[in-house]
Each structure stands twice: as C-alpha cells, then as structure tokens.
C-alpha cells in the first residue's frame, strides 16, 4: 500500500528559521478533544525529517522513521485508541530531530513533521487530527545544537541541560501558551519527499538492559579547555549537502593569551586533518609530539600576553571531527585572531581554502578545482609538504606565506582568506576529549556501595566525591549493546554527567572509540530526575563522570534500552565442543544487534547499511532468527541509488556516492539467494530488471580482453592484497562470473530464458579470459591484478584463490592445485585478514564436503577462539594485527561488533547440523550432518515461511555408528544423508 492509499489531509509542518537547520531539535504539540461517546480506533500516520520521537498523553509510543530515500519517505502507522481519554483533553507530542546535513544513512532533505490521526465517529470513517498550523511549535531549548558530530557516517553527539528544559512538555498538563505556531510547507507530494510509502518491517524492540557491575573508579582532574571542532564544513561549507570525501589546503587559527610566561600542553586528541602546528611563527618538529596514534601531545612554551597558533588543516576530509584540547600551568584564555569575530563567532579562524576537491564517488576519484591535485592525507607532514608545490595549486604562494606567519597582527594582509569559525561548528567541551585525555587519575577502590548503582529496585549509589577533582567510573553492562541510555539520578543544580560508550578494556587498557564520539552530557536541575536518551549508541562499556558537584550525587539506575529488529531466537546450536557452542552464541549475538531498521555493519562506529556485508548477514539471520522481511527491504532499498550511480552505491540510503564493485555483486547474489530461500516469485520478478540494470552498465567495463577493468573502490579483504582502485582486479571478475551465473537463474525463474541465456554466455566468456590472462602457470595460482598500467601483479593471496576455487573458475589440474591451497595456503601468499573474508572461504570449503568441514572447525577454533580468550561477547570486524592497528599491539580490531564476521551462525547449522535447502523455498530439505572431530551435535534450523528442522546426532559404538534424528513439518520432503563410513540410525519425526 503506497501513499495513493491514505486519503492525506496533513500537512507538512515546522518552524521558523533556516529550512534545514543544523543539528536541531524541535518540539510539536496538539492537544485535542476526544469524545465520551461513538469514538473508536484511533490510528496515527506519522513521518519526519530526519527523526522522531512520537508521545501520545506523556507515553512514548515509538521511534522512526526507518531509513529510507527522501523521494520514496517512509510512514508509520500506530494504533493509539487504547491511550486516549475519551470524554477529555488528549495531546499528541512529536520530538523531531533534524540533521541538517547528509550522512552515511541520511540524504539531506529539510525540516519537516507530518501526522495524521484517522478515527471512527458514529460509524462514519473520520480523519480526526491533522498537522497544520494550529499545532504549537518549540526548539528544544534544552538540547545543545552546537554537540559535535559523532561520526563521519552518523548525527551528532547529545548535550542536554536538564536546567532549561524538562520532559514535562509531553504531559497533557503542560503549558504551551509562549511557544510559537508550527509552519505549514505544503501537502503530501512535495519535495523533497515526492513519495510516502509505508513502513515495511515491524516496529523495533526496546527491552531494558541493566549493567553488571562497575568495573573501576578514579579520582581524575580534567584538562583546562577542549572543543570539537567541524573543519570540513568550515572549509568546504557546501559539504553538508553530500557525505562525499572533500580534499582542502588552509589553515586553521587561534590566540592563547596567558598574564605571564608559562609551558602549556597542546592536545591533538583527534587530529582530524591536522597535519602540523605552529607556535608564534615556529613549527613543531614530528618529534615534540608523544602519544600512541592518533593521539597526539605537545609541550609548547608561551610567552607572556597573546600567542599565535597556527593549524595547517590539509588532507581528504570524510568528517572526522577534531578533538582539541589546551592545558597550561597558568591561567590562560583563548581568544578569536580576527578583530571581525562577533558574538556568534568562536575563537577559531581559517585562513583558506587555497585549494578543494570533492569526490563525487570512486569512479570519478577527486575531482580538482582550482588545478589542485590530490595528494596521501594519512603520509607524514614531510611527505605531504613534498607534494605541495607551485605546480599543485594556483595560489601555493599565498598558501607558502601564511605559512611563516608569527603573529595575529600580521593577518590583515590576508583578509580575502579568512573566515571565523561560527559557534555552531566548535563544540565547548568536548565530552570525547576529556573521556580520553585527563590531566591526573588515580584509581580508587570501587566501594560496595557504588554497586547498587548496576542492582534494580536496588539502594541509590552514592557517588564517591573527592575535593578539588572529579569522580569517574565504568560500568560493565557485561555484553555488547545498541540502543538508548537511560539513568536516573538525585543531584545538585548544575551538576555535569558526562557518559562515554566504548566497546573494549582489559587489564587497565581502554580502547577509545576514535573517529566515534560516543558521548552524552547531561546537566542537571535541582533534585530526581531521570532522562531517557535520543540517540542510538552501541557499547559495552560506560564511562561516567561526576563533574561539578556541589553535593554528593545519587545514582538511582542507569540502563540501555536495547533496540533491534524484532526477532525470536529460533535457531539453536550445541555441540560436544564448548568453544563451538560459545563461537555460535556471539555469532547469534552479533546478529542480533546488528538488525535495526535495516542491517547495520556494527551498532556502534557507523550503523551503517553496507550492501555487501548483509549478503553474509542475511544468511546467518537464515540459520539462527530466519527473518525475511528486514532482508527483502534491504534488497528492495539498493535500486534507489541508482540516482547516484547506475553501478548501484555500496551503502544505502547514504551521502556519499561510493562504489564497491564487489558490493554490487554481493547485492544480486543476496536477492537470487533470497528467491531461492522464499521462492518468492514476486520479488524475483520486481528485483530481476533491477539487476539487469546494473550489471549492464558493467558490461560497459569489460576490456578488449574481455575483462572487467574498472576505476573503483576495488575492495574484498582489509589485508594487503593487491587491489588497485584501477585496473583489472581478479576476485572481483571472479565474483562477476558467479553474479552472471545467479542472474542467468534468476531470468530463468522469471519466464526470461534468452536473456538467461545470454547471461550463461557472458559468465562464460568471463570465466575464459580470467583463465586466459590472470592465471601464473610458474606459481600455478591466480594472479591479484592487472595494473592499469598494463603490468602483471607480482601478488599472490588467499584470496584470491579461494574466490577462484569459490566461484568455479578453475577446472582440472588447476582446480586440484587451488584445493590443495584450501587445506595448506603457501606461506608466502597474503594470508586472510578478515572474518568477513574467511566467509567465503567457509563457502568454498563448504563444496569439499567433510574434509571442508575438519578444516572450516579448525579455523573458527584458531580465529573465532581467540575472540573468545579476549571475552569476547560479540565477533571483532578484524582478526589481531590488520593494518590499521599494528601501530598498538593491545588494539585487537576496530569494531568490536561486526556482523560480517558472523560465520559460524550460519556454517555451523550448515554444515555440522548440515541443514541445508534442495530446492526454492525450502520444500526439500537435506539433513546431511558433517561431524568433523565432535561426539555430538544438536540444534535448531528455521524454516522461511513456517516451521523449523530440530537435529540431533551422537556419534556411538567408538564413533562408527551416528545415531541421526530429525524433527521436519510432514509437508517439507526430506533427504537424509549418514556421512560416509560411517553406520546410521535414523529416527524422523514428523511435526
């Protein structure tokens, strides 16, 4: 049912001011009569732009809307007869919260609030409530709109002042009398949200998590001064309108002005795009700094009266923000360079851009203006100077002088480059920075008594409080959660609660969430109180600091409300080896929390639909959930992008136009496999044009040889594989060949045979030139790559051989030689890097049968057992020692919650259960059970559309006889195979 089905009488509505605000929050009210007598139903249509919060008399009634493209706008409907007072007074209270800018789940659109209330009313079908001017209007004075970004890919960080603002503005009993009257835009079918279509998934789950201890207490002192600050949207100021990479030379600016001389500390906490300092004309040298990356610190000395710091703020900025911190051993202000800087201004400059590019997506790469080339945002500030030169830009030399300048006086010479900074991009405090950086810690012993804070229907904890300095603690909530955070507390006015979200500590070692700031500053009213957060976080651990203090604070509870797709945990798994059944609980746990409105790469980091990686995570959520509705609107939301790229984006809806070949491939992978697991013919039908779309255009890419040669994002695996972002890239043409195959089947389904078999063809012809031009006879393996110089890479991976042997390329002796790598890779082959990775090579073992399977067990035992050494509760994006972390031998992998990396979810019911499906909809089952070196195995399968297979084996008689049985619905036809060698017993049952 689309839009055309609902009569729409609403109207869009907001508030005065800019049409898309940056980081706002609004408040709507209504408050209407309901009758005594002949009302019945009561059913609320609901959307916004960016977010909302629904209340209905004071209750919380639900959160949206999904994610989904401005010009196809989700709505939701909820049935709110039962919270209604008839015969009174009733209010509809909507929280909307605005982005005012694109990310990697959002496309900017504008503010915009839109309800529909639709009734009976003696009888007679009503629509009892719309939006419309008369509903009251009122930025949310107690939320800070200057909070920094969170992420690149997400909002904004959250900073309530419970001192202005309360949530008693829900309640019926609020006055409203001095808010304003809402604005109305226009009726449904404006733009941007051209169409409205219903919400196509349930309603998310919101199920209170309470901690389980706290897992250390210090006394800390903070930093004098920290802000974070939005450089990108400083220098490039358009850039909120895309989430595309943006490239800029400039400088950032500030004065410190101190009553005397003194030594100060200069902390890069975050650099963003920081790449050198200077102090009154005097650049450090790479040496002044200490700390482990990205963390950087710097001794400075300050003269007497002003001192002129200049930033160089060059590189390819994402939106990773700045976290910046000042100490100093005397009292010290910082003050704006510019004697234009008004009341709306900060204390920041920028002197620039002396050049910028934006990256429309990977196909295109940077596009230069101004004749500025791009250049290595992450070398060494020596190896980018190189590259800065008067061939890179036309206004290098203005760029070279501001370069020597000492102080702020000598800045009216460059007036044409210089802007303030407005308040609304630099964030004072930043709660991140003063999570990570402290001027003085000292541990303390946790008091009993501090513990309640973590007991429901416990005593309130008292926070210890210490003179002279702040109380900080960490809560353990003992697993990996994604949702809101809610507390509650007894304080003194103005009392500041800063909470920090992380994922990972040990032995005194805390993981920060870097280019995450997972924070939120609550300041609080006199007296109780409690307040339920707006933003989704993801973490294990919380950081909690008492600051400012005037009396001791009582910690009455603090929970997450954990939110995920609405799932039921079908899917079991249990086994004679404990470290199995552990390997397939994260895996589940994992999942889960990775399903929200869509899936999610990881709850925490990004919350990010990666198209490629829920190929993979649609198949565990098979194995161990069976949920097909939050798949079939992944898949269904991926043809959108084609506004943005006719080679489909790898992440939706999002911002930045980015293009993973591979991810396109894993996309129609996903909706063939879907088919195949729903034999849905309806969705085979609607997704094949879709598919023939996007693999048409790259046939536009295939070579004079036949092979795909593309300007990409040409990624598989994090390892150092050979995978140029030009040129021929063997996995991906592998890949391809599969795709055209599963494309060829899906036509076939549909009715379409010429096309399915022009499509066999072309993965044919494919295959031929893979075998003909990326095969080494010398190492009798696939090459990585053809360089788009021509030249030959001289790479040899695993990866590349196991999406060869995968994807059926090789035949005969070569196909015999990439077996043998399957069970011993050459040890001078790159090596697999990730769990996303070793998926497929689990598949391509998978095809080997039971010997696949000794050496698929031995794996998961190897890499998914160290997640369990390190108390793992979720599966890490990385195995120990990627790229990005070798620098910090305690950093274990980025992400500590990746559902790409859930494998064993859906391999283990695979392939030891050995459940697998023989024909489209799981109408014929085999149950052919892979026992590796277990005694014992039993465990749950779900079936797609009703149903599930119960298994259970025990291998008996010194392990030469499996006794087998299985529990199927009557209507599902059922194939059991007894491995070979071994006798069986097998008992059926049906249910």
Request: charged share 20%; hydrophobic share 40%.
């Amino acid at each position: 049912m689309g839009d055309s089905a609902i009569n729409w009488q609403a109207q869009w509505i907001w508030g005065e001011g800019e049409e898309s605000p940056r980081n706002e929050w609004r408040c709507f009210r209504k408050t209407f009569q309901v009758p005594a007598e002949g009302w019945r139903g009561g059913r609320l249509l609901l959307t916004a732009d960016s977010r909302y919060v629904l209340y209905v008399n004071g209750t919380r009634v639900g959160r949206g809307p999904v994610r989904s493209w401005p010009f196809e706008l989700a709505y939701d409907t909820y049935e709110i007869e039962h919270l209604l007072r008839k015969g009174q007074q009733n209010t509809i209270s909507v929280l909307v919260m605005h982005f005012g800018l694109s990310n990697f789940y959002y496309l900017r659109g504008r503010g915009g609030l839109l309800v529909q209330v639709e009734s009976e009313l003696a009888g007679q079908s009503k629509i009892s409530l719309v939006s419309d001017a008369s509903w009251q209007t009122s930025l949310y004075e107690g939320y800070d709109t200057r909070s920094g970004r969170m992420s690149c890919q997400q909002g904004f960080a959250e900073r309530i002042d419970a001192r202005v603002w309360r949530e008693e503005w829900v309640q019926n009993t609020f006055d409203d009398h001095s808010w304003k009257a809402a604005s109305a835009l226009g009726v449904v079918g404006m733009e941007p949200w051209s169409q409205l279509v219903p919400r196509d998934i349930p309603y998310l789950t919101e199920e209170r998590i309470w901690p389980i201890r706290i897992e250390a207490l210090h006394k800390v002192k903070p930093v004098a001064w920290t802000a974070s600050i939005d450089v990108r949207n400083q220098m490039v100021p358009d850039s909120v309108n895309h989430a595309n990479p943006v490239g800029y030379v400039g400088y950032m600016a500030t004065v410190v002005r101190t009553a005397k001389a003194a030594k100060g500390i200069l902390g890069l906490v975050q650099p963003s795009c920081v790449q050198a300092c200077s102090v009154n004309g005097i650049w450090l040298e790479e040496s002044a700094y200490t700390g482990t990356l990205p963390e950087r610190y710097a001794q400075i000395q300050l003269k007497a009266g002003d001192n002129f710091l200049l930033f160089e703020t060059t590189g390819v900025d994402h939106g990773r923000t700045l976290q910046f911190g000042f100490d100093c051993e005397a009292t010290f202000e910082l003050i704006s360079p510019s004697s234009d800087a008004g009341t709306a201004d900060s204390v920041f400059i920028s002197i620039g851009p002396f050049a910028s590019c934006v990256s429309i997506d990977h196909q295109d790469n940077l596009e230069p203006l101004q004749n500025y080339q791009g250049f290595n945002p992450f070398s060494s500030v020596g190896e980018v100077k190189e590259k800065l030169d008067a061939d890179a830009f036309a206004d290098f030399a203005v760029y070279e002088e501001v370069r020597s300048l000492a102080s702020s006086s000598e800045l009216s010479l460059y007036q044409d480059w210089i802007r303030p900074y407005p308040l609304e991009l630099v964030s004072r405090d930043s709660v991140f920075a003063l999570g990570v950086w402290k001027k003085e810690a000292e541990t303390q012993p946790i008091p009993y008594s501090l513990q309640q804070a973590v007991i429901p229907n416990g005593s309130p904890a008292t926070i210890p409080w210490y003179e002279g300095a702040d109380t900080e603690f960490i809560i353990d909530f003992g697993k990996e959660w994604s949702g809101f955070l809610e507390f509650e507390v007894d304080a003194s006015e103005g009392t500041v609660l800063d909470f920090y979200g992380f994922e990972y500590m040990r032995d005194g070692w805390r993981q920060d969430t870097f280019d995450l700031d997972n924070t939120l500053r609550y300041t609080c009213a006199e007296g109780r109180q409690s307040y339920t957060s707006q933003v989704r976080r993801g973490f294990r651990y919380l950081m909690v600091t008492a600051r400012n203090a005037a009396t001791a604070v009582k910690l009455h509870g603090v929970q997450i409300w954990q939110s995920n797709y609405p799932v039921a945990e079908i899917g079991r798994f249990q086994s004679s080896d404990a470290l199995l059944n552990d390997i397939w609980q994260i895996s589940r746990h994992t999942t889960r929390l990775c399903m929200e409105d869509t899936f999610v790469d990881c709850p925490a980091y990004e919350q990010v639909f990666w198209v490629g990686d829920s190929r993979n995570e649609a198949l565990v959520n098979y194995y161990v959930f069976g949920a097909t509705d939050i798949v079939e609107r992944c898949l269904r939301l991926v043809p959108g992008s084609r506004t943005q790229s006719p080679l489909y984006v790898d992440q939706v809806p999002s911002g930045w136009s980015s293009v993973i070949p591979n991810w396109t491939f894993f996309w129609a992978l996903a909706s063939c496999e879907f088919y195949e697991h729903t034999g849905d013919e309806a969705f085979a039908r609607d997704m094949w044009p879709h598919i023939r779309y996007t693999l048409e255009h790259y046939e536009h890419k295939l070579d004079e040889r036949g092979l795909l040669f593309i300007k990409g994002w040409n990624l598989l695996d994090w390892a150092p594989i050979d995978q140029p972002n030009n040129g021929v890239v063997t996995h991906q043409n592998m890949i391809l060949v599969k795709t055209l195959r599963s494309a060829a089947g899906l036509a076939r389904a549909v009715g379409d045979n010429e096309e399915a078999a022009a499509y066999e063809a072309k993965a044919m012809r494919l295959c031929a030139a893979i075998n003909e031009h990326l095969w080494h006879q010398e190492r009798g393996a696939y090459l990585d790559c053809i360089h788009a110089d021509g030249r030959p890479s001289t790479v040899f991976s695993m990866q590349t051989q196991v999406i060869a042997y995968l994807c059926g390329i090789p035949e005969g002796e070569r196909a015999e030689q990439l077996r043998s790598y399957l069970f011993a890779p050459p040890a001078d082959f790159v090596q697999i890097g990730s769990p996303f990775m070793s998926f497929f090579y689990y598949e391509a073992l998978a095809k080997l049968g039971g010997v696949g399977t000794d050496r698929m067990i031995t794996d998961m035992r190897q890499h998914f057992g160290q997640m369990i050494d390190y108390d793992a509760t979720t599966c890490w994006e990385m195995y120990p020692n990627f790229k990005e972390n070798r620098a910090n031998p305690d950093m274990l992998t980025r992400s500590h919650c990746h559902a790409w990396s859930a494998a064993p979810g859906y391999f283990l019911g695979a392939q030891v259960l050995g459940v697998t499906s023989a024909d489209k909809g799981w109408r014929k089952v085999v149950v052919a059970p892979q026992p590796a070196d277990l005694q014992w195995a039993r465990g749950t399968v779900p079936l797609p559309r009703e149903g599930r297979i119960d298994v259970a084996w025990r291998l008996e008689e010194d392990g030469r006889v499996m006794r087998l049985q299985v529990w199927a619905p009557r209507s599902v036809e059922l194939e059991i195979r007894i491995p070979d060698g071994l006798d069986g017993i097998v008992e059926r049952h049906e249910v």
